[in-house]
């Protein structure tokens, strides 16, 4: 079994900043990829940002305002959002592509999802 945990969120005027965090645990053989996505009401699902051992990826809505790392020691993925505006609002989500030692088939874990509010 394999569980993620997210961390964060919560309520910012515009300009302001958040971290997200969203640690996996478990039967985990490796991580391929960790990847943020978000979503607004209404709206689709979208990728934020995904890292991997080589590259890291953001969407053109946040390059430059926000950073994806990770901790493979700890198995954490983390988002730091600068500049925030209230598009910026939505759910978020994180989400982890993995190998689990358990069955050696690849799988993508989701995290429970965390609000973030940018309104002034």
């Known amino acids: 079994q394999v569980q993620l945990v997210e961390s964060g969120g919560g309520l910012v005027q515009p300009g302001g900043s958040l971290s997200l965090s969203c640690a996996a645990s478990?039967?985990?053989?490796?991580?391929?990829?960790m990847a943020w996505y978000r979503q607004a009401p209404g709206k689709q699902r979208e990728q934020v940002a995904r890292i991997t051992s080589t590259t890291t990826n953001y969407a053109d809505s946040v390059k430059g305002r926000f950073t994806i790392s990770r901790d493979n020691a700890k198995n954490t993925v983390y988002l730091q959002m600068n500049n925030l505006k209230p598009e910026d609002t939505a759910v978020y989500y994180c989400k982890i592509d993995l190998i689990p030692s358990t069955s050696w088939a690849p799988a993508d874990y989701w995290g429970q999802g965390t609000q973030v509010t940018v309104s002034s």
């Open positions: 478990g039967s985990i053989y490796s991580i391929v990829a």
